[in-house]
């Protein structure tokens, strides 16, 4: 009976940390942005684009 109430104790303290680290990331702004995540496919192609196209072209590539 005395082991359960260690494990709940322990468990209880485990889970504060987890509260804690939860509450300083938010307090810190890592959940701020929910548009980005959101949109951020839609200019995957753009942005692939770009970056080949500014690649230099050596003597092996036949394009």
Not at 43 to 63: A, R, V
Request: charged share 20%.
């Amino acid at each position: 009976m005395s082991a359960l109430f260690v494990l709940i104790g322990i468990s209880i303290l485990v889970a504060g940390g987890f509260l804690a680290a939860f509450l300083w990331s938010v307090n810190k702004g890592q959940f701020d942005d929910d548009y980005t995540p959101s949109i951020r496919m839609l200019f995957d192609d753009e942005l692939k684009k770009t970056t080949t196209s500014t690649i230099p072209k050596t003597i092996n590539q036949t394009k």
